[in-house]
């Protein structure tokens, strides 16, 4: 397992499995101690999401019990976007991007303090991704993830996206700093 820190955010990190490929298919581990001991932190869920083509879920995030997600692409693929909300950060309000993908394999480690999306590239994705904290709905908040402040460079046009009505009608990044939660 082989542990990269990502160009904008250093709290971001991303693993990329040893993968041992046979005539039988592939092996690889897909949590190990070396995730853990990066992390050091303890998981109390694993979701499981199912998408469509063109499906954009988020921008999530967890506030009360901040919530850090490990997440993995087990079929399909996806382009999944991290944005820092953390008011008073260096890097509040900018965003990174990364495809996962069941051909990749790699995982991504998203802390709290960051919004979490993602766009479906294929029919039939399914994303795994464990979670420190259990789910609060109380506690979570959501920012439009087409919201022109942030500018996420999504390869789709808005009018092709399948949202959520929560989704399609999550605050603008500009409500949440007049609020923030981190």
């Not at 542990?3 to 990329?16: G, H, Q, R, S, W």
Request: charged share 25%; proline share 5%.
């Amino acid at each position: 397992m082989t542990v990269f820190k990502t160009n904008i955010f250093p709290e971001i990190l991303l693993f990329e499995p040893t993968v041992f490929y046979d005539d039988r298919g592939c092996f690889f581990e897909s949590h190990n101690q070396t995730i853990a001991d990066a992390l050091n932190v303890t998981f109390q869920q694993e979701n499981h999401s199912i998408s469509k083509k063109n499906v954009v879920r988020g921008l999530h995030y967890q506030w009360d019990n901040p919530t850090g997600k490990l997440c993995r692409v087990v079929k399909g693929a996806i382009i999944d976007y991290v944005v820092d909300i953390r008011k008073g950060s260096k890097t509040y309000g900018k965003y990174d991007s990364f495809e996962l993908s069941e051909e990749n394999k790699q995982i991504l480690w998203v802390p709290p303090g960051f919004a979490h999306g993602f766009l479906s590239l294929v029919d039939d994705t399914h994303l795994l991704y464990k979670c420190t904290e259990l789910y609060n709905k109380a506690g979570e908040g959501s920012i439009n993830p087409f919201d022109q402040t942030l500018a996420l460079n999504f390869p789709i046009p808005i009018e092709s996206a399948i949202l959520s009505e929560k989704d399609r009608e999550a605050q603008s990044f500009l409500q949440y700093t007049n609020n923030p939660k981190f």
